[in-house]
Every structure is written in structure tokens, then in C-alpha cells.
């Protein structure tokens, strides 16, 4: 008897299953994730190339997904190799991808975000990670956001986010000082709580939402997310999301978490099974070695055999 035959399902250890799984592409893996910027372990999928947040707004767009309903117009705002093929699954009617400045990225209108060259209410999803610590006037860019939002829709948005702090900014500071206090050369700050009051005063409503409080701990290591990487789902003020979208968070981590068990179970099984696969296969060999040869005998001595036994 194993380790895990005295365990139930749901306290077996994620040890047991080697795999991890990629919500991204869908993927099974067994390799190592691969480092992500700034060298950070375990961050990027072998097979898709899919970093923490990618595989997290995976999650968000399958579970939101059957409130969102027909989508007519999607706005990707920064699009990238990894987050374009999961918007496209959605299958909005009209999917755009724009952002400040051409690089080798496929977009279909350059726009800045301060000033979006769409009508109101015309947009029915926005997704936006990582482009508003960017942008000097970040206010502006978020009464665009608001304005365009169609009544129902839905906003997106990620930032580096420090909680229990004021935000940190200043589109002055020189290039080393960015790097040393907001991460990264183009950034202008580094968002704090107040980064919600912003969001509010621009006109939006907000649920936040985190790996570990959607998924639950275990769920989080089992698809390599940073548990408390939050993602804000932003809505013209009048409208909540939770409610409207019908995202009934509270007893997602239990229902991972019975089907995570499950999964470490059925792994345990079979490595026991193959245990006694190997234990089988190396008995019939043992029994093959003690039976007699079995090997036929030569031509010659067959004649010889059958003329002898004609003979009267
Ligand atoms: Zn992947």
C-alpha cells in the first residue's frame, strides 16, 4: 500500500501529479516553465509561451464568457502574440487590435489612449494589461475607457499594483530613476490603492479579482499563476459586475479544488497500476526462463525422424 492510499483526494499532495497545466493552449506539461522578464522562474509555458497573467485571462475569458453573450466589438489595446489567439477565440464580431506606436506586433489602428478614436458606447469588451502605468495622463485615458464602454460592457485592466500604498509617479523622472521606481524605463509609476479611486472617479465600477481568490492556492501552483496578481473587471458606473456578469467567485476554489484532488488521485492509481504491471511483466519473464527451449528442430533431424517412423 502507497503513501497516497491513505490519503482522501483532496489532501494529496500536487506532488503527485508532476504535470502542470497551461490555460492558454490547453497543454498538459511536463517540462519546466521557462523564466519570464526580469529572469523570473517558473513563468513562461514550453509550449505556448504564455506568461502568468495570459494564462490567468484564459480563466477569466471562459468563465465570463457565457455572460458576455454575443460580442460585437472587442478592443485589444497593446495586443501580443499570446493574449490576440485567446480574444480571437471569443469570436466578436469586430476585433480590434490597436496601440501607440508600430512595432512587429499585428495592429489595426494606431490610437492613443487619451484620445480613442471610437464613437461612445461603442465597444462591448476592452482589454487592457499593462499599458496604463505608460501613460502620463492616465486619468484621460480612463474616461476613454469609460466613454467607449457600451452600457453592458466590460473593461479588462491589469497594472503593476502595489496594495497598501499611495501611487508612486512622476513622467519626469529620468530614465534610471523609472527603472528604480517604477520597474521598467517607459513606466511613469507605480499604481497604488488610489489606482481604483481613479478608475471610480473616471466612471467605472470594479470587482477585483486574483488567482488565489478565484482558484484557490493549490490551483494557482497548478497553472504557475501569481496568486495575487489582480485583474480589475471595470464597467460604466450604474452597472455591477459581479452581479451582471453572474461570476459567482465564492465557490469556484472548493469545486478546483475537488477536481484537482480527483485529478492527483487518479494519478496516484495509476502509478500503482504500473507498479504491479512491472511486477507482472518481471514474473513472466522469471517463468519464460524455466521453461524448456522451445526452439524447433533442424530440417535434417525431422526427416530422419519421419523415415524411421514409415519403416515396418
Ligand atoms: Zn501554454
Not at 490597436?98 to 464613437?119: C, S, Y
Not at 464602454?149 to 499594483?161: D, K, N, T, Y
Request: net charge positive; glycine share 8%.
Amino acid at each position: 500500500m502507497t503513501h497516497a492510499d491513505n490519503l482522501h483526494p483532496a489532501e494529496l499532495s500536487l506532488d503527485d501529479y508532476p504535470r502542470r497545466y497551461c490555460s492558454a493552449c490547453g497543454r498538459l506539461v511536463k517540462k519546466d516553465f521557462r523564466p519570464g522578464p526580469g529572469g523570473r522562474p517558473d513563468a513562461a509555458c514550453p509550449g505556448c509561451g504564455s506568461l502568468e497573467r495570459h494564462r490567468f485571462l484564459a480563466v477569466l475569458l471562459g468563465l465570463l464568457r457565457p455572460s458576455l453573450g454575443d460580442i460585437d466589438v472587442l478592443l485589444e489595446v497593446a495586443p501580443s502574440r499570446q493574449t490576440t489567439p485567446l480574444l480571437a477565440e471569443l469570436g466578436a464580431r469586430v476585433h480590434l487590435r490597436t496601440d501607440l506606436g508600430a512595432d512587429n506586433r499585428l495592429v489595426d489602428a494606431l490610437a492613443d489612449l487619451t484620445g480613442l478614436p471610437h464613437r461612445d458606447d461603442a465597444i462591448d469588451l476592452l482589454v487592457c494589461y499593462h499599458v496604463l502605468e505608460h501613460v502620463p495622463d492616465d486619468r484621460s485615458a480612463m474616461a476613454e475607457i469609460a466613454r467607449v464602454l457600451s452600457p453592458g460592457g466590460v473593461a479588462l485592466l491589469q497594472v503593476p499594483w502595489r496594495p497598501g500604498t499611495v501611487t508612486d509617479e512622476d513622467p519626469d523622472a529620468t530614465v534610471e530613476e523609472r527603472v528604480a521606481r517604477f520597474g521598467q524605463a517607459d513606466h511613469v509609476r507605480y499604481y497604488g490603492d488610489d489606482f481604483e479611486t481613479r478608475l471610480m472617479s473616471a466612471g467605472l465600477s470594479l470587482t477585483r479579482v486574483t488567482p488565489e481568490g478565484l482558484l484557490g492556492e493549490r490551483m494557482c501552483a497548478w497553472m504557475k499563476l501569481r496568486p495575487d496578481e489582480p485583474v480589475w473587471i471595470a464597467s460604466p458606473s450604474g452597472t455591477t459586475p459581479t452581479r451582471d456578469l453572474g461570476l459567482d467567485t465564492a465557490r469556484l476554489p472548493s469545486i478546483w479544488e475537488a477536481m484537482l484532488g480527483q485529478m492527483v488521485a487518479h494519478r496516484a492509481r495509476e502509478d500503482r497500476l504500473r507498479t504491479r504491471l512491472r511486477r507482472i511483466r518481471a514474473e513472466r519473464d522469471r517463468l519464460r526462463r524455466r521453461l524448456p527451449d522451445p526452439r524447433p528442430r533442424p530440417r535434417r533431424a525431422r526427416r530422419l525422424l519421419r523415415r524411421l517412423r514409415r519403416r515396418p
